[in-house]
């Protein structure tokens, strides 16, 4: 007996001294993220929200990759040039394996663009007519029409392995994903935690950080806790209220970058409007400018936004293509009860009048408080807004075109492509007069010149002309004013000491990018 | 008893085809799923496709037959967000809520019947009076403030509990317990007394009240007469006759928990499946709402029929008919 309890002794003894080598040797880097939610899918084509997408961008790569600042780069595809005005050449990477080792080639682009199109989202290849594979390292992708940011958009289609995905199915594809980016799936155990770890012969070099794990914290108060209790290293989405005393406590700090998302408020310019009693009075431009001018971002930034929204001066950031610099709404349109109520008198309502006014109370920071305090600028003016606040669930069928219900509609638009092209074709074409065109242009707004300068600029290869064109555009929307650009809200995040994170533009969370010590 | 049996099983048909017609019809108020899955800035054919794949472009009508047939055939359908069954989706999160909801529930027990006996064997005590105003406050506090306060006191100020998650777990029969660990123990201490709050105070008035009527009955005298000791008289004689209501009340209690746990399982990011409700609400998620109301209705009347049973037990006069 004794003898064997001290054999069992040396050999915990021998198991200590292990697991202390092991423990010694390993060092290995390691992060845990505080989410705002779990991902839905890790299937790329199986649907689309903030959560998925951050990991989507971890397992698998696109051809193009977007850097944390919106510039656009090689991604799988080395180097890509146009051959005629539709057709693109890509020069694929050679050498990249997916994670169980298939060698990624052309045919799996073919196979991933036609995949898309069946899939639920038909909209990441919405401006790809064909796609062949010219030999195993050199994929054509010919446009519909002459398209100069098509490598932009590229950089959403991730790139799937044709062997493995066919034989998984797409059911299966969501819980076992296959790519070839810098992660591989660890474990994800639903609502508790999705664990990576790193794929070290990636293409563009090994990751610095081995093992990330996610975890869903919902409540944006227990977010804040488990950052300081030390559960995890970073905290996506910090609560405005909190922001404060995370500052405020020793060893973390606050991290803030202004997101893309523009909330801008949409108006209504049909000769007759859902909810408003007669003839529309925001068909008339001076009306459009004095609603414009009663909005007082300031305030609604200050007392609304705790200071964490910045005030929006065109329809596309600075980044984007169609931005035309030194160019400002709130300079053109500053605060001005006044004058906006001698507009209004000029305009025939010295009185004003009554609308509704279309909003959400869960899609964006501090909605509802958004659209109430709207409603007590615009009084000032004389136009009554009454406010019809619901979930997104609601919302989005709500206000859909042909837009039945509203007349004035508080919603968001992010273009996390960097070009203004596709939200100008999307929200200011005249409606139903080119197919996907116009398909979001809610308050019906309608200008040939418009439309002929989108044309213009979705049928040019040549991005500089294409920047151009859209920049005119630009123009004509800020003195046409068929939207007011309230503000781009801020992406907060939390981080401990020690943690390095460059917080993108478009909020995908990037752990290839990030450091710990 | 097989009369019984059946008569159970009938109910809890119809019961379960109600809360299915009930929620389709429910669902036809709170948006379009299409909306929810599509980018806002899809085209008309676009969404037409998703429409199509997520088989919404047929009548209600269709729809719900669809959903019947093969509800028959045991597939309860796919989610619209997760594009999984929807069953799958539920049960995977069943354990954790189970596992807490138990904990809660035996904490709850544990504390509020001896108090609630002695309460009611001494209703005029200065300790009988703190306990009812305790029990007061258990009922009235938010779950959610609760929640936030422990966090606050004993995960950040003191550190001794994580603010959340579920910690290590080990596994059971395939199953993954915390229970089984010293961590996960650790992790479901504060999340289980935030659930157990609530029915520990409806409990212990309920068995205050119990033991407070049964007190004034000539039994109770007679067994103080022929010499039982104070113990035995309160808890053999006493408790046994003031627990029908309270087991009423525990079951209730413990279907309830179960099936609504959200708000604990939110503050505290417990991988459960009451927030999987929440944001299937939020998602207009049919398919994973109506199983989730459906099996919620078939968890309520399971533990009717075993709270119908334990009747029995504590009292021979009932018999199950």
């Known amino acids: 007996m004794k003898y064997l309890s001290h054999t069992a002794l040396r050999a915990g003894a021998v198991g200590v001294a292990i697991a202390a080598a092991g423990a010694a040797f390993a060092q290995d880097k390691s992060v845990m993220i505080g989410l705002t939610s779990d991902p839905s899918h890790l299937y790329p084509l199986a649907g689309e929200e903030l959560s998925s997408n951050i990991m989507y961008y971890h397992l698998y790569d696109p051809l193009v990759k977007r850097g944390a600042d919106l510039s656009f780069g090689p991604g799988l595809a080395e180097s890509w040039e146009n051959v005629d005005e539709i057709t693109w050449r890509f020069k694929l990477r050679q050498g990249v394996t997916f994670h169980n080792g298939n060698a990624f080639t052309a045919a799996d682009v073919v196979y991933t663009v036609n995949k898309a199109r069946e899939s639920i989202r038909p909209d990441l290849v919405a401006n790809v007519a064909s796609v062949t594979a010219v030999d195993d390292y050199t994929v054509e992708i010919k446009t519909p029409k002459p398209y100069a940011v098509l490598p932009n958009d590229l950089a959403e289609l991730l790139i799937l392995d044709e062997e493995y995905t066919t034989a998984t199915g797409d059911e299966k594809m969501d819980l076992m994903p296959m790519g070839t980016g810098p992660y591989k799936l660890g474990e994800w155990i639903k609502e508790e935690k999705l664990t990576l770890t790193a794929n070290d012969g990636y293409w563009a070099g090994e990751p610095k950080i081995k093992n990330v794990t996610f975890r869903p914290i919902t409540n944006p108060a227990t977010r804040t806790a488990a950052l300081l209790t030390g559960e995890v290293d970073v905290i996506q989405d910090l609560a405005v209220r909190d922001v404060d005393r995370v500052k405020k406590e020793d060893g973390y700090s606050v991290v803030t970058r202004p997101s893309l998302l523009n909330v801008v408020l949409a108006m209504d310019m049909r000769e007759q409007s859902p909810t408003i009693e007669g003839k529309n009075p925001m068909t008339d431009q001076r009306v459009r400018e004095a609603i414009a001018r009663a909005v007082d971002v300031n305030a609604i930034n200050k007392i609304v936004m705790n200071g964490l929204a910045t005030p929006s001066d065109q329809f596309v950031p600075s980044s984007h293509i169609g931005y035309v610099d030194g160019m400002s709404f709130r300079e053109m349109y500053p605060l001005d009860i006044e004058k906006a109520k001698a507009l209004m008198a000029d305009a025939g309502y010295p009185d004003g009048f009554t609308m509704t006014l279309d909003a959400t109370n869960n899609r964006y920071v501090n909605d509802a408080q958004i659209a109430q305090a709207l409603a007590s600028m615009l009084a000032k003016i004389g136009v009554t807004l009454e406010l019809n606040i619901m979930p997104k669930s609601n919302f989005w069928g709500h206000i859909r075109v042909p837009t039945e219900n509203s007349s004035f509609i508080m919603s968001g638009w992010d273009v996390p492509a960097g070009d203004a092209g596709s939200m100008y074709g999307a929200l200011f074409y005249t409606r139903d007069k080119k197919d996907g065109y116009g398909q979001v242009n809610r308050g019906s707004y309608s200008n040939a010149e418009m439309d002929a300068l989108v044309d213009k600029a979705d049928s040019t290869p040549d991005v500089e002309q294409r920047d151009a064109y859209l920049q005119e555009a630009t123009k004509i929307l800020m003195a046409d004013i068929p939207m007011i650009p309230v503000h781009y809200e801020q992406d907060i995040y939390a981080v401990r000491d020690g943690v390095t994170l460059v917080p993108r533009v478009d909020k995908f969370l990037w752990a290839y990018d990030m450091d710990v010590d | ?321």
């Open chain 2, 1 to 321: 008893m097989f009369g019984y049996l059946l008569k159970r099983l009938i109910q809890m048909t119809l019961v379960l085809w109600v809360v299915s017609v009930i929620v389709f019809l429910m669902m036809s108020f709170t948006g379009d799923p299409v909306f929810m899955v599509v980018p806002i800035d899809a085209t008309d054919s676009e969404i037409a496709q998703a429409r199509r794949l997520l088989g919404l472009d047929q009548s209600p009508l269709v729809q719900y037959w669809r959903f019947l047939t093969s509800l028959v055939q045991g597939d309860f359908g796919q989610s619209y967000v997760f594009r999984q069954p929807a069953m799958t989706l539920i049960l995977e999160r069943l354990p954790a809520t189970v596992e807490m909801v138990l904990v809660a529930m035996v904490m709850a027990v544990a504390v509020a019947i001896p108090l609630g006996v002695y309460a009611g064997a001494n209703p005029e005590g200065r300790l009988s009076r703190t306990i009812m105003a305790g029990s007061l406050l258990g009922i009235s506090l938010p779950g959610f403030w609760v929640g936030m306060v422990l966090i606050y006191l004993f995960a950040v100020h003191w550190g001794v509990f994580p603010s959340s998650g579920r910690g290590d777990t080990a596994e059971l029969f395939g199953l993954r317990i915390s229970l089984l660990t010293w961590d996960g123990w650790h992790h479901i201490i504060l999340p289980a007394v935030t659930l157990s709050l609530g029915t520990m105070a409806i409990l212990l008035r309920m068995t205050r009240a119990g033991m407070m009527e049964v007190g004034r009955q000539d039994f109770m005298k007679f067994a103080r007469a022929k010499g039982a000791t104070r113990h035995d008289v309160l808890y053999k004689h006493g408790l046994k006759n003031a627990l029908i209501p309270v087991v009423t009340i525990f079951g209730l209690q413990l279907g309830d928990l179960i099936a609504f746990a959200t708000i604990t399982e939110t503050i505290f990011s417990w991988p459960g499946m009451g927030k999987l409700l929440i944001d299937s609400i939020y998602r207009a998620d049919r398919p994973v709402i109506v199983v989730y109301l459906m099996l919620v209705a078939l968890i309520f009347v399971v533990i009717n029929f075993l709270v119908d049973l334990v009747y029995t037990l504590i009292d021979p006069r009932i018999s199950l008919k």
